[in-house]
């Protein structure tokens, strides 16, 4: 059974940082693209973004209202996954989720959906 | 961006009745569109991938139709437990993008 296991969140100031933690089991890490999708209080989800797994290239990629502030990055060896958020704004308040990506059967691995979710960890910013 | 919209935004049904939620895309997605359940205080938790997938482990009450720009998740009987919000993702282009959701309540 896959888990997902989120910690790092908290209250922070705008303009403050933050890192977030993903620890996963259950799974081929190493083969797995890791996502970040959060939810601010009582709204909808929103893809944050992706690690690839380093043999697909180990990239990553963002929504545009976070890029050039959030990176994410991976140590396959702890299968643990990170988003390190910087100068952090009040509309990034909400639970931020790690999740496994899921490419279907006989698809191309470029656009996925969401199979594993861990609970997620609420992020604060606050001054 | 692949604009979803969700209808309706809330739908009062009873147990054993049917449900029908509609996620419309703002261009086509194809086949390439998901739905989602969500209980508050949990993740969400993947139904249907490809329109018309069921997921593993979901129950054959679900299911989904549709390609292009309409798409349909049907849940034939409700169960006490299918009262939840529901959210449509596609994954066509990039961003990936979620409908705003539908809840379904008693």
């Known amino acids: 059974e896959v888990q997902l296991v989120e910690s790092g969140g908290g209250l922070v100031k705008p303009g403050g940082s933050l890192r977030l933690s993903c620890a996963a089991s259950g799974l081929t890490f190493r083969h797995a693209w890791m996502t970040w999708v959060r939810q601010a209080p009582g709204k909808g989800l929103e893809w944050v973004g992706h690690?690839?797994?380093?043999?697909?290239?180990?990239?990553?990629d963002f929504t545009a209202p976070v890029k050039g502030r959030f990176t994410i990055f991976r140590d396959d060896s702890t299968n643990t996954v990170f988003l390190q958020l910087s100068n952090l704004k009040t509309e990034d308040t909400g639970v931020y989720y790690c999740?496994?990506?899921?490419?279907?059967?006989?698809?191309?691995?470029?656009?996925?959906?969401?199979?594993?979710w861990g609970q997620g960890t609420l992020v604060t910013v606050s001054s | 961006d692949i604009v979803l919209t969700q209808s309706p935004a809330t739908l009062s049904l009873s147990p054993g009745e049917r449900a029908t939620l509609s996620c419309r895309a703002s261009q086509s997605v194809n086949r390439y569109l998901a739905w989602y359940q969500q209980k508050p205080g949990q993740p969400p938790r993947l139904l249907i991938y490809d329109a018309s997938n069921r997921a593993t482990g979901i129950p054959a009450r679900f299911s989904g139709s549709g390609s292009g720009t309409d798409f349909t998740l049907t849940i034939s009987s409700l169960e006490s437990e299918d009262f939840a919000v529901y959210y449509c993702?596609?994954?066509?282009?990039?961003?990936?993008?979620f409908g705003g959701g539908t809840k379904v309540e008693i």
């Open positions: 690690v690839k797994s380093k043999p697909d290239g180990g990239t990553a």
């Open positions: 999740a496994t990506s899921f490419f279907p059967p006989r698809a191309l691995r470029t656009f996925y959906f969401f199979d594993n």
């Open positions: 993702q596609q994954r066509s282009n990039w961003p990936l993008t």
